[in-house]
């Protein structure tokens, strides 16, 4: 269950400190944008130094990585897969042999430090034209990728149009992120709404993020984690229906009834999906199980 991702930049210490307590179900430890050139050797070492001495207790641990053109990617995995985060976020990606490419070099590094090989997974971070349009073939591209990332911000600048809070200019990226992501049976995650003043746009953002079908949504700020779970958890109502969906079920199989009905609707596949979707999550939250 990710239904929010907080970026922590990889330079901040007290940020990387005090990160699973801020109520994510994950955090992504910020390698790429938010560290400048001069200042990407320190982060790395931050970021290694937190995963080494800070092990997140409450949340999962996402890196996310420096684009495989740069100088910097390999180094990055060089540092942080020894101690075993939860999953790696490769930038920029637009093809599947960028994906396939980072995989086999954590599986290098997981068999140089005597680790188990493909036990850590990849959310691949899609943000140019190129990438949406080969979403389908990033997602299936290996099977350490759990899901696919949205990232709005470049992407809108690779589109040449203005990012807006309506999100129109990125209604057909974000629709064929999802579809591409349920086709191959993962996850899609959505990009961050950035205004942090905003509580009004930011829930018109997330509600049209899970009318979507998006899993789950990116923040930037801790401000917006609490927002962002409420609306992608399941209301009470929801799980009372959920359980008494799956209790049709089974009433309806020790009376032999090969149709079943509740509250004058009848019980196909789909709702039976959709409440098992639900109680999964139900279980989850009273576990405080963050991590699929």
Partial sequence: MRRTMLFLPGNTPNMLINGDVLGADSIILDLEDAVSPDEKDAARILVRNALKYQKAETCETIIRINPTESGFWMKDLDEVIPYKPHLIMPTKVDSAQVVQKVSAYIAEVEARHGMEVGKIGILPLIETALGV?????????????????????????????????????IFYSRSRIVCAARACGIEAYDT?????????????????????????????SPRHVETVNELFSPTQADIEYAHDVMDAIEEGKRQGKGVISLRGKMIDAPIVKRAQQVLEMELQMLGGVSIE
């Fill in 192 to 220: 961050p709404f950035t205004d942090v003043e905003d509580s009004e746009g930011l829930v018109k953002d997330t509600k049209l993020a899970k009318s979507l079908g998006f899993s789950g949504k990116a923040v930037i």
């Fill in 133 to 169: 349009e080969q979403a389908f073939q990033i997602a299936s591209a290996d099977p350490r990728v759990v899901g696919l990332f949205l990232g709005g911000e470049d992407l809108t600048a690779d589109l040449q149009c203005k990012r807006t809070k309506e999100g129109k200019e």
